[in-house]
């Protein structure tokens, strides 16, 4: 077994997916450093700070400062925002914040972390996007700046794939976090219509994602990079499972 040291940066950290990847990494010798301008739930598994990803000029400021003090060989771009709005209604300054938290703040982080890497010879970053790019109603900016990330994880790759660095895509569907089950409360006609369209049967939790996360931070997945995987028991396939 490598005895090499993992440190790696997760966005979104505090709670939901991020906060679970966190757990799981760090049991598996991870040293985790978080983002989230949020409090976390319970101890958090490694150092969190608290910053606000729409604000660029603090994220920037903050990445800069955590670059000069741990050496990087690890990050999971997992923050995210949730607006909804017809195409007919989307505000064009709700359009900024979605490219800012999801896309603008997953370049920031490869900006600032990428250098470390490349010093090393050995990298793995993991963005999370969503199946929501293959599109959704009232998901405008949304679906536009996750698949963003997928386009971006292919970019990367040839950047920094030749220096041992791996960029992959996790692409979930629906995963039964607190702020999914604020929106689709149990029992709900929403959330069993959900339901109807996973062939698996049921709605995905945190450790699904955190499974796959896992998998694409090995040393081993040397081999895997610009790739996306759909982790969404099957509701990308476009229906209902038939029996």
């Given at each position: 077994?490598?005895e090499r040291?993992?440190?790696?940066?997760?966005?979104?950290?505090?709670?939901g997916?991020g906060?679970?990847?966190?757990?799981?990494?760090?049991?598996?010798?991870?040293?985790?450093v978080?983002?989230?301008?949020?409090?976390?739930?319970?101890?958090?598994?490694?150092?969190?700070?608290?910053?606000?990803?729409?604000d660029?000029?603090?994220?920037?400021?903050?990445?800069?400062?955590?670059?000069?003090?741990?050496?990087?060989?690890g990050l999971?771009?997992?923050?995210?925002?949730?607006?909804?709005?017809?195409?007919?209604?989307y505000?064009?300054?709700?359009?900024?914040?979605?490219?800012?938290?999801?896309?603008t703040?997953?370049?920031?982080?490869?900006?600032?972390?990428?250098?470390?890497?490349?010093?090393?010879?050995?990298?793995?970053?993991?963005?999370?996007?969503?199946?929501?790019?293959?599109?959704?109603?009232?998901?405008t900016?949304?679906?536009?700046?996750k698949?963003?990330?997928?386009?971006?994880?292919?970019?990367?790759?040839?950047?920094?794939?030749?220096?041992?660095?791996?960029?992959?895509?996790?692409?979930?569907?629906?995963?039964?976090?607190?702020?999914?089950?604020?929106?689709?409360?149990?029992?709900?006609?929403?959330?069993?219509?959900?339901?109807?369209?996973?062939?698996?049967?049921?709605?995905?939790?945190?450790?699904?994602?955190?499974n796959?996360v896992?998998?694409f931070?090995?040393?081993?997945?040397?081999?895997?990079?610009?790739?996306?995987?759909?982790?969404?028991?099957?509701?990308?396939?476009?229906?209902?499972?038939?029996?």
């Amino acid at each position: 077994m490598s005895e090499r040291e993992r440190i790696t940066l997760i966005t979104g950290a505090a709670r939901g997916i991020g906060r679970t990847c966190a757990e799981r990494l760090a049991s598996n010798g991870h040293t985790i450093v978080g983002l989230d301008q949020r409090e976390p739930t319970g101890q958090f598994p490694g150092d969190l700070y608290h910053v606000d990803l729409n604000d660029r000029t603090a994220t920037e400021a903050l990445l800069s400062k955590l670059a000069g003090r741990y050496a990087f060989n690890g990050l999971l771009n997992n923050a995210g925002i949730a607006n909804h709005h017809a195409i007919e209604e989307y505000p064009l300054d709700v359009l900024d914040e979605d490219i800012q938290v999801i896309m603008t703040a997953a370049i920031q982080c490869v900006k600032a972390l990428a250098p470390l890497m490349k010093a090393e010879g050995f990298g793995r970053i993991v963005s999370i996007s969503s199946e929501l790019v293959l599109g959704h109603v009232g998901r405008t900016g949304y679906a536009a700046t996750k698949a963003a990330l997928i386009s971006l994880a292919r970019t990367w790759s040839l950047e920094l794939t030749p220096h041992g660095v791996t960029v992959n895509c996790i692409a979930p569907g629906p995963i039964d976090t607190e702020f999914f089950q604020s929106r689709n409360p149990p029992g709900s006609a929403q959330r069993k219509s959900k339901l109807t369209k996973i062939p698996a049967g049921r709605i995905g939790r945190p450790n699904d994602i955190a499974n796959a996360v896992e998998f694409f931070m090995r040393e081993e997945s040397e081999w895997i990079t610009g790739q996306t995987l759909f982790v969404d028991g099957g509701s990308s396939i476009g229906g209902s499972a038939v029996f």
